[in-house]
């Protein structure tokens, strides 16, 4: 493609597009979008890498006339800007099929798929591939501390990236991952999600065979093994693993894990385990992190890296010096002894183990969980059951209102009431409040010494990051 186009995105303050954007801007290309709302981290990173938003959306905002379109997966019919490509026929296509076309071509493509853990677990085999000196590319679906980026171009010969089942484009309802013809698979988990687009289980479950069933024969799959301490198959995976023509390494705690965590202890400031490799002691693992499932992803990734030829040594000391990634478990801020977390965990099994993390690392805390249903699978009532009983591992719990609850049909709508009745029966009380502000000003002046507070959501959540410790601050000046 000539570098002196100019390529526009609708949606690029997602995650993957706004990531897509600074790629192309690397490359050359001229690069501009815009976006509904923009929010951090996202916005603040294009705005590093001095890339224009237009916000709202406006037909206008495409004038000039660009060379190129992509059109983000949120995009639908009726978005003024999409409505005004089809209508003016300015070439369009999606983020995968230009990410394929453009930077995947003649790379060695590692692809982190599952339902949960896949920005983390990509953050940390491309550190390991970096630290190595490998100089990978990669892609990943959040700002991983260590890049300060959530994308390089490198000059190794492995491209490391998310792959996301979420579908590709209003024209395209097929799963991203697809396009990335993988070399390799790291498969953390298949559980269902993206209730929007997929019916049920079996149709989560027909996405990754799919997947499964492209890697070629030379490659791997790395895939889990073993629930946390139940050490629990799961039929799901096993049925997409029945697809694989290539060689499959497990990792985990389970019976037939080839990378076997053992000796795990979650301390107040590190977390060490141990990692058998076909029954043999292999290495001894630390990193700064808490959780149980961070632990299985570093595994996954440390695994991924040794079947690449990086050593032991090479792949503890990356790990050592992995820091996090954005909205994962981040402190965003300490107020007269109060921590608040950032975490973007959405779905009933990220919370639970989101929640069990911070036991871990802040004992004897009193531990608030505050949740946003934002996701089109949390907004609907398909897990509420699985989300009562996660959040039910806090001591104190408040649920906001549901997210643009009008665009859910009733029937299908998560029912708040139900919710809290169902986390009444695990024994423990949830407040509703319909929103940031009335939450703010509720929980503020309840708030003591020594708590956590877990805010949850995939979005930016009103501005409750800012608004909370902003309140917190004010009542401490008043005293």
């Known amino acids: 493609m000539n570098p002196k186009k100019h390529i526009y995105l609708i949606g690029i303050c997602g995650t993957a597009m706004a990531s897509l954007a600074g790629m192309l801007k690397q490359r050359g290309f001229r690069v501009t979008g815009s976006d509904a709302a923009a929010y951090p981290p996202m916005s603040d990173f294009l705005r590093q890498l001095d890339i224009p938003v237009a916000q709202p959306f406006d037909a206008r905002n495409l004038e000039p006339r660009p060379d190129l379109v992509v059109i983000g997966n949120a995009m639908s019919r009726g978005n003024v800007e999409l409505e005004h490509v089809l209508d003016q026929r300015i070439p369009f296509c ?42 990978p590319s990669f892609l990943i679906g959040g700002i991983a501390e ?14 490391i990236l998310e ?28 559980e269902f999600d993206h209730a929007d687009i997929y019916k049920d289980l079996e149709a ?12 070629p024969r030379r490659g791997r799959i790395i895939a889990f093994d073993g629930v946390a301490a139940e050490a629990t198959e799961s039929p799901s995976l096993e049925r997409c693993l029945g697809k694989a023509f290539c060689p499959v390494e497990r990792y985990g705690t389970g019976p037939r894990a080839n990378w076997r965590v053992t000796n795990l202890r979650l301390e107040a400031d590190r977390t060490c385990w141990t990692v058998l490799h076909d029954g043999q002691p292999w290495a001894d693992l630390e990193f700064a992190l808490g959780g149980e ?20 040594q090479a792949i503890a000391a990356a790990l050592k010096t992995f820091k996090s990634v954005k909205r994962r478990l981040e402190v965003k801020a300490q107020v007269n002894g109060v921590t608040i977390i950032d975490d973007f965990a959405h779905h009933p099994t990220a919370i639970a183990g989101t929640l069990k993390a911070l036991r871990a690392r802040y004992p004897g805390a009193r531990l608030w969980a505050i949740l946003e249903p934002r996701s089109n699978t949390l907004r609907r009532r398909v897990l509420q059951s699985d989300l009562a009983r ?15 609850s009008e665009a859910i049909p009733e029937n299908e709508r998560m029912q708040l009431p139900e919710l809290a009745a169902e986390i009444g029966r695990h024994g423990k009380q949830a407040r509703l ?47």
């Open 293 to 312: 499932y961070n632990v299985w992803n570093a595994t996954a990734a440390a695994a991924m890296a040794a079947s690449c030829g990086i050593s032991q």
């Open 433 to 479: 409040l319909p929103d940031a502000d009335a939450i703010v000003q509720t929980i503020a002046p309840e708030l003591r010494t020594g708590d956590v507070v877990a805010i949850l959501s995939n979005g930016g959540f009103g501005g409750i990051y800012e608004k909370l410790p902003a309140r917190l601050r004010a009542l401490a000046e008043q005293q």
């Open 163 to 190: 792959g996301d089942e979420y579908d590709t484009a209003f024209f395209d309802k097929g799963p991203k991952f697809l396009h990335y013809f993988p070399d390799a698979v790291i498969l953390t988990s298949v």
């Open 204 to 215: 989560v479950e027909t996405a990754f065979k799919r997947l499964v069933n492209l890697i």
């Open 390 to 404: 996660s959040l039910a591992l806090a001591d104190e719990i408040v649920v906001a209102g549901v997210f643009r």
């Open 94 to 135: 999606s983020l995968p099929q230009l990410l394929h076309d453009e930077f995947l071509r003649g790379k060695e493509v590692l692809v982190v798929a599952g339902t949960h853990g896949k920005t983390t677990t990509t953050s940390m085999l491309s550190w390991i591939f970096h630290s190595a000196g490998l100089d």
């Open 146 to 159: 260590n890049f300060g980026s959530s994308f390089h171009l490198g000059q190794g010969r492995h491209f």
